[in-house]
């Protein structure tokens, strides 16, 4: 239920997962499992510096991936100025 609540709305980091889940008692392993069980993704996003993500969607719209993609991007030309 935790899981699901969570995600319902959209994906979230994986590491912000774990740490929600800890404040509850669940550990990374209970929370892997469970997201499996429920058919959600392990979402792998490396490839644009931004880690993992958990969704409950196979291949969901992450605005949040794209407005931190952005972000990413922003500040890197900010800084090179």
Request: glycine share 6%; no cysteine; net charge negative.
């Amino acid at each position: 239920m935790f899981l699901m609540t969570l995600l319902k709305d959209e994906a979230k980091r994986s590491p912000e997962v774990y740490a929600e889940a800890l404040k509850l008692g669940f550990s990374d392993t209970t929370v892997k499992r469970a997201l499996k069980n429920i058919g959600g993704y392990h979402l792998d996003r490396r490839a644009h510096r931004l880690g993992y993500w958990m969704s409950l969607t196979p291949d969901p719209v992450l605005e949040a991936v794209e407005a931190e993609e952005q972000k990413t991007m922003a500040v890197g030309a900010s800084e090179e100025l």
